[in-house]
């Protein structure tokens, strides 16, 4: 992708906040990176590489990735992932899959493979301790795969144990308000791409007129977006007590971006 139809790289700094975090939880720093689609179209090895030297510039405690390394066949996961072996972190680096990386058959398993031999822990409907059990970080399946099943997952927590949530599509928020969630970290949408200035996404916009208008189809309606919350396209959201953020991804599809860079996100956690 041309970095005119792309846009330069952007750092995102949020601090947020958690309740009942752990003092030895205390300003601890997570990097996520989502929406590559690495096929040698939407995202430059150049713009990876910068996306690479920044976070480890950063010196995460963890990294975070949500989804989409691929764009349609697995095949270009290796590539990626010789080159994703080059991030740093003090706890780790985890990960869920999402919808581009379920699209074929094997597509789940030669990622995930992938992923898993350069030391990348992939969560599908799991949990892991990265910081001991104060703290759990949960990786759900995504939301268009039949195993998405957030209930099996989210009842093994008690309610009273704050935890993170990586989960590619943002309109599993909707459903997780069920549980408590102090930070559901989100990719999926590009941040919508084209953003109108003091409006927000044009996606947003169009989906507002077309909640106007009488609309003789409303199950065709229903499928015109492959999301539904675009108010949630892009940065921190507070639903009820659940706080999402939402990246805009890295990877690029034409026409391109417009006030929408790709971004890296810098988190700071802190105590409530």
């Known amino acids: 992708m041309h970095w005119l139809l792309?846009?330069?790289?952007?750092?995102?700094?949020?601090?947020v906040k958690i309740t009942d975090l752990p003092v030895s939880l205390q300003g601890k720093k997570l990097v996520q990176m989502s929406d590559f689609h690495y096929d040698g179209l939407r995202l430059s090895d150049k713009l990876l590489a910068q996306a690479i030297a920044t976070s480890n510039q950063l010196k995460p405690d963890l990294v975070l990735l949500t989804g989409d390394y691929v764009t349609t066949t697995p095949e270009p996961i290796h590539t990626l992932a010789?080159?994703?072996?080059?991030?740093?972190?003090?706890?780790?680096?985890?990960?869920?899959?999402?919808?581009?990386d379920i699209r074929h058959k094997h597509s789940k398993s030669e990622i995930t493979h992938a992923l898993t031999n350069i030391g990348v822990n992939v969560l599908w409907?799991?949990?892991?301790?990265?910081?001991?059990?104060?703290l759990p970080l949960v990786g759900l399946a995504d939301r268009y795969s039949p195993e998405f099943y957030p209930a099996a997952v989210m009842n093994q927590l008690h309610p009273d144990t704050p935890r993170i949530v990586l989960s590619h599509n943002p309109d599993t928020a909707e459903l997780l308000q069920?549980?408590?969630?102090?930070?559901?970290?989100?990719g999926h949408t590009h941040g919508g791409q084209i953003v109108i200035p003091g409006i927000g996404p044009i996606l947003l916009c169009y989906q507002k007129i077309q909640q106007q208008i009488r609309y003789p189809f409303p199950s065709r309606r229903k499928k015109s977006f492959f999301i539904h919350h675009w108010e949630w396209a892009q940065g921190l959201h507070q639903l009820g007590t659940n706080q999402l953020y939402v990246n805009r991804g890295l990877g690029t599809y034409l026409p391109g971006r417009l006030f929408c860079?790709?971004?890296?996100?810098?988190?700071?956690?802190?105590?409530?």
């Open 261 to 272: 860079p790709p971004e890296i996100t810098e988190i700071i956690l802190q105590r409530a």
């Open 178 to 186: 069920a549980w408590r969630v102090d930070l559901q970290l989100s």
């Open 6 to 15: 792309s846009g330069p790289l952007s750092i995102q700094r949020l601090t």
């Open 125 to 134: 409907n799991q949990i892991a301790y990265p910081w001991g059990i104060e």
């Open 82 to 100: 010789s080159q994703l072996k080059q991030l740093q972190s003090q706890a780790g680096i985890y990960a869920v899959l999402g919808n581009h």
